[in-house]
């Protein structure tokens, strides 16, 4: 979580406006398939439903780090409303659809925003 630190520090320090976390991880640890097949896929990042806790952690430690001072644009493994509303309350100001919405299709959108509705009433 250090590199996280830094990146709320870099934040403050430059001024940015907001902060876009999180998009794609390494990390294999908790998949379901099995590590050969994994493997023979080669390197890059993973999306979706394996990185959906582990980018609410990082949005949660970033709002922490931050005080909720700069907006953060929550991204990674929303594949419901349930998710979506997750994010949100893990300190994100906004969500970014993206794999979720390539599997789930446009119905998932109305399902994140009737989810977030009902959150909030």
Excluded: W
């Excluded at 908790?30 to 979706?48: C, D, N």
């Amino acid at each position: 979580m250090e590199q996280l630190s830094d990146i709320a520090d870099i934040a403050f320090t430059t001024n940015l406006s907001g902060i876009i976390a999180t998009n794609t991880t390494i990390d294999r640890s908790g998949l379901i398939t099995k590590t050969r097949a994994v493997e023979k896929l080669g390197a890059g990042g993973i999306s979706g439903k394996p990185l959906t806790k582990k980018s609410t952690e990082v949005i949660h430690f970033l709002n922490k780090e931050t005080g909720g001072k700069i907006p953060i644009i929550g991204v990674g493994g929303i594949m419901s409303g349930k998710d979506a509303v997750e994010k949100l309350d893990a300190g994100a100001s906004l969500v970014q659809l993206y794999t979720g919405f390539i599997y789930r299709g446009p119905g998932l959108v109305k399902e994140c925003v009737k989810a977030i509705r009902a959150q909030k009433k």
